[in-house]
């Protein structure tokens, strides 16, 4: 059922409130300020005994996982490494029992990402298996699993259940820093307060809809596309070029910010776009340096950034405003605009939007 929508994919962008809400909402309690661990159900790993975490994944859901190691390296202090799973599985990676081992996959069947968790829990690595589904191999394979919420996704290209594993990711590590006593009481009890307000946020967002799909239209004759950001703004930009890429078949390439000066700046000249994730945060001085650049090699600007932001506006062919809020909010607001971006650009095209070409919902095989 695709709830009135033209596409299972933009439906599941729209679900996006409801998929946040359902993965944070019993496991943040509100009036203590505390995570509920039970909720959490991870009742077979020791998180006071963890010093490292280990996050493996592919796709989508990989990108979740460099996004989310942000925030829990700043709520723990414990070092986190994203693994793609198809390089993790061939490599041998060091993990042993005060490892946390994070499977992370909206089908819970992906092969590889199978196979790497496999690999660290023969080497005694504590593994959780975070998964979309109920009763997958994944889940099966590992010693806990702590469940999105985000409902059955359809559309090949995976929208609704990125956002539900960056709300969990978030929340295993605010369970791991409360466990370990690695931030204040009252800090935590801030974050959460944070977290529970990001589903209203995100329904402000999907109101850009219309105008997106104008601002689209554009740029669907380009032949490729550079999206940038910084901090955790740089996983989300990676996302939108898959996303593009993915969808439209347009070739999209994303960077880090700081990392353009040292390669692909060459690439900028009148009949490059290049997408900027600029919102109000603490890299937002830089990342304006960045676009002043990219300016002045005459390349096209479509940011995203903060509503009301003049400055950005006025260096940028195109802009897309999210509302002002908390870091812990943001990265679910400049997610939405990549994910409704690519999808626009493909329904101008006419590709096919729910099943785009050579791509499988499961990759169960190598
Ligand atoms: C991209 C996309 C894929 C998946 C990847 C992992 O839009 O959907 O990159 O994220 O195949 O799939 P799961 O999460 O099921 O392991």
Same mark, same amino acid.
């Given at each position: 059922d695709r709830g009135g929508f033209d596409h299972y994919m933009l439906k599941e962008i729209h679900d996006q409130p409801i998929a946040v809400a359902k993965t944070i909402e019993n496991r943040c309690d509100i009036e203590k300020g505390q995570i509920n661990l039970r909720k959490?159900?991870?009742?077979?790993?020791?998180?006071?005994?963890?010093?490292r975490i280990q996050i493996i994944a592919c796709g989508t859901s990989y990108y979740a996982g460099c996004l989310s190691r942000y925030f829990i390296e700043k709520f723990t202090g414990i070092p986190v490494d994203v693994e793609l799973a198809s390089e993790s599985r061939y490599r041998t990676p060091t993990v042993n029992v005060h490892t946390l081992s994070i499977a992370v996959s909206q089908?819970?069947?992906t092969i590889d990402t199978l196979q790497a968790i496999k690999f660290a829990k023969a080497n005694k690595a504590q593994t959780v298996a975070m998964v979309n589904?109920?009763?997958?191999s994944i889940g099966h394979e590992c010693d806990d699993e702590c469940m999105l919420?985000?409902? *059955?996704?359809?559309?090949?290209?995976?929208?609704?259940a990125f956002s539900a594993q960056l709300s969990a990711l978030i929340l295993l590590g605010l369970t791991i820093a409360q466990e370990q006593e690695k931030l204040p009481k009252e800090k935590i009890a801030e974050y959460i307060n944070e977290l529970v307000k990001v589903p209203s946020f995100i329904e402000k967002v999907l109101t850009l809809s219309s105008k997106i799909k104008e601002i689209a239209k554009k740029y669907c004759d380009v032949n490729s596309i550079l999206f940038i950001g910084r901090g955790y703004q740089w996983p989300i930009a990676l996302e939108g070029a898959l996303k593009l890429k993915e969808l439209s078949y347009i070739h999209a390439e994303g960077y880090a910010a700081g990392e353009l000066k040292h390669g692909p700046i060459a690439l900028i000249d009148e009949n490059m776009t290049v997408v900027c994730l600029a *919102?109000?945060?603490?890299?937002y001085e830089k990342t304006i340096s960045n676009i002043e650049e990219i300016r002045a090699r005459g390349g096209k600007i479509l940011s995203v950034g903060t509503e009301g932001d003049t400055e950005l506006k006025n260096i940028s062919n195109d802009f897309i405003g999210i509302p002002e809020c908390s870091e812990i909010v943001l990265p679910f607001l400049t997610t939405v605009p990549m994910h409704l971006f690519a999808y626009w650009i493909a329904v101008h095209k006419g590709t096919d939007v729910d099943q785009p070409r050579n791509l499988a919902k499961s990759v169960t095989v190598e």
């Open positions: 959490m159900t991870l009742f077979n790993t020791k998180l006071k005994e963890i010093n089908s819970g069947e589904v109920p009763g997958t919420y985000a409902g *059955p996704e359809v559309g090949v290209a995976s929208t609704k *919102p109000k945060d603490q890299y």
